[in-house]
């Protein structure tokens, strides 16, 4: 299924059941209202954020299938950041492709051995994106000839996901792990693609991270969700969300009135987690 829910009324604005054949993997919304998932069935498709009528609520509306558009997987989506008008995919099958969103038609594809791709995030303002993937590393891509222009320092644990800050000078990575070994987020320069601190503290594995404002925010699979200070690595704020099992994914909304955070849980459905000068409360859950 894919859902719309409108998190400053907090409202489940339309839900489209069988959106895809197998699981959502991922999704991504560009600023022109049009959005991609991309799922276990191997298919990228679009959709078209829409009122029917004045004055009703937004919707989802198909807007494209491409149904082979990966061998395995697609496991990662974003649009680039300065237009939406491209997108870019990654799947378990080692290849990375640039799509053009508007004609929804692949632009290029490149594969690299072994790199069975986790997460993508754009740069900001830019033409590169950062890509983690099961082979412990994140890699810098360039989108123009698509081809990988940087590396990592590769780390212990598969890197699980991924996030650029607004500024581009910084990036975080988080790794898998269990028992407290790994279960780490990773601070990095971009430009020297050395690490400069970790975040340790969650005891399982950290499957999402991204960042609100200047601070990062990470969810696990011990059902917490955390904010840091990415410049002293010190812990900010802890969230565990009772029942939750795995903290999916997070998503920061800092534009949003007070601020928010939405996470995607296994058992519990989205949570919306309002943020505090240095505490996370749950607000809401869909």
């Given at each position: 299924?894919?859902?719309l ?13 069988s ?58 989506v974003?649009f ?13 099958d ?11 038609q692949?632009?290029?594809s490149a ?13 900001p ?5 950062l ?13 123009r000839?698509?081809k ?5 320092s590769?780390?212990?644990y ?13 990036c ?24 400069l ?6 005891s399982?594995s ?18 917490t ?38 996470a ?17 409360s ?5």
């Amino acid at each position: 299924n894919l859902a719309l829910y409108d998190c400053t009324k907090r409202l489940l604005l339309s839900r489209i059941s069988s959106a895809h054949e197998r699981e959502v993997t991922a999704v991504a919304a560009s600023p022109s209202q049009l959005c991609a998932s991309g799922s276990r069935d191997k298919s990228l498709r679009f959709w078209r954020v829409d009122a029917p009528s004045e004055g009703s609520n937004l919707k989802l509306e198909p807007a494209g299938d491409l149904p082979d558009a990966h061998e395995l997987v697609v496991s990662a989506v974003d649009f680039n950041s300065l237009d939406g008008s491209q997108l870019v995919t990654g799947s378990r099958d080692n290849t990375v492709k640039l799509w053009d969103a508007v004609a929804q038609q692949q632009i290029s594809s490149a594969v690299v051995s072994r790199n069975l791709v986790t997460h993508i995030r754009w740069v900001p303002n830019s033409h590169q994106f950062l890509q983690s993937g099961e082979d412990k590393e994140l890699k810098l891509w360039d989108s123009r000839p698509l081809k990988v222009v940087g590396t990592f320092s590769r780390k212990q644990y598969i890197q699980t996901c991924c996030d650029v800050r607004q500024d581009g000078d910084q990036c975080v990575s988080s790794s898998n792990g269990f028992g407290g070994n790994g279960c780490e987020a990773t601070v990095w320069d971009m430009r020297s693609k050395k690490p400069l601190l970790e975040l340790i503290g969650h005891s399982e594995s950290v499957l999402t991270v991204g960042y609100y404002d200047d601070t990062v925010v990470t969810g696990s699979a011990d059902a917490t969700v955390r904010q840091w200070d990415p410049t002293v690595g010190r812990e900010i704020a802890i969230l565990p969300v009772e029942g939750a099992g795995p903290i999916a994914c997070v998503r920061p909304m800092p534009q949003v009135a007070n601020g928010l955070i939405g996470a995607a849980t296994f058992n519990r459905g989205v949570c919306l987690c309002s943020v505090g000068s240095d505490s996370l409360s749950l607000s809401h859950r869909y």
